[in-house]
């Protein structure tokens, strides 16, 4: 990646029907095995070219890889499901229990807040508990109280058409869907961002085009290399003047076409513009660009560059560096096909 100085039967028709079984068996085997060995087998329907799948965030991590939420804090909030009488082993199940009230089509999810109590020494009769709740606004949660005396893990959820920011630059806005649920520490940072009325320093520094390695689609090309250029535009994400905590390692998945990930721990980060398999789960991606604005990191990847060389790896620094504003966007969307505008 490379960072800025400073990845036998009875009878005849008895046998025939058992020699189609087989065949089909070896068929199904073959298909089976192919996908697993070659990781461009159904790229075309990958799973970040899916409105959908980006509405919930789903790019194949395990079960409880994306229920992650955040120790010793509490959020607020109206309760949809009272804890004292709704009680789990792990904060991985309250999360999905509140999972399974935002995984409707056709509206604004019914919880969007889970908060479990997982100390047993420190909650004594209240372990287990797991409250369910629902936000005013999402993108600025109610926060109870924090700290080390605090007892309780919280976890935020967005459902279809919420949990999107902007990344405004004079190009276009980079309209990106927050991850909370995979990267709660990651996405915390970002919505604090948002509080912000400027973000000076935060800025795109670095962009690099697919080159020859990989199609339109992100698609690695056979036999083509890995690099350079690295398809993607890279950046900084830190205000001048607020001091940056170090990120802890989060979800890691495949980084596909669309995924915003941080270098390390902060405060860089990159937007891939391909399907990176070979960086295989190296980064903590806590977010993922809406596809059909993907147009405007392929206009940012087209600006004039210079080449550098950072820790002995070439790359493509930009002349003009990009700056970027994060922006918060109306509480609900809708359909992420629609056109959105910032508040």
């Known amino acids: 990646m490379g960072r800025r100085l400073n990845d036998p039967e009875h009878s005849r028709f008895a046998s025939l029907i058992l020699l189609s079984v087989a065949l089909l068996s070896c068929v199904l085997v073959y298909a089976v095995v192919s996908t697993f060995l070659n990781p461009n087998v159904g790229s075309q329907d990958s799973s970040f070219e899916s409105l959908e799948m980006v509405a919930s965030g789903d790019f194949g991590e395990k079960k ?10 509490e959020l607020w909030g109206p309760a949809v499901k009272w804890g004292s009488e709704f009680k789990f082993n ?8 509140c999972k399974t009230m935002c995984s409707g089509n056709d509206g604004p999810c019914l919880c969007d807040t889970w908060v479990f109590c997982g100390n047993k020494e420190a909650c004594g009769s209240r372990f287990g508990e797991c409250w369910l709740k629902k936000q005013k606004d999402p993108l600025s949660p109610d926060r109870q109280d924090a700290g080390k005396s605090v007892i309780w893990t919280s976890g935020l959820i967005f459902g279809k058409g919420e949990g999107i920011v902007g990344m405004e630059t004079e190009y276009g806005t980079l309209h990106i869907k927050l991850f909370p649920d995979c990267a709660p520490y990651s996405v915390a940072y970002i919505l604090e961002l948002l509080t912000m009325r400027h973000c000076v320093g935060c800025q795109f520094y670095r962009a690099e085009s697919r080159g020859q390695s990989w199609d339109s689609e992100g698609n690695h090309i056979k036999d083509a290399p890995y690099g350079p250029p690295f398809a993607l535009i890279q950046g900084i994400l830190e205000a001048q003047g607020t001091p940056f905590n170090k990120m802890p390692t989060e979800a890691c998945p495949t980084i596909r076409r669309g995924s915003v990930a941080w270098i390390g721990s902060g405060p860089e980060f990159f937007i891939s513009l391909a399907n990176h398999g070979e960086w295989k789960n190296s980064y903590t991606v806590f977010g993922s660009v809406l596809p059909e604005d993907m147009e405007v990191a392929e206009k940012i990847v087209q600006l004039p560059t210079k080449s550098d060389v950072w820790n002995n790896i070439n790359v493509s620094v930009l002349e003009k560096p990009v700056p970027l504003i ?6 609900s969307l809708g359909d992420l096909n629609s056109n959105v505008k910032p508040e």
Do not use: W
């Open 64 to 73: 409880d890889e994306c229920c992650r939420g955040i120790e010793n804090l």
């Open 90 to 97: 792990s904060s991985a199940e309250c999360c999905q229990a």
């Open 326 to 331: 994060v922006r918060r966007m109306k509480k």
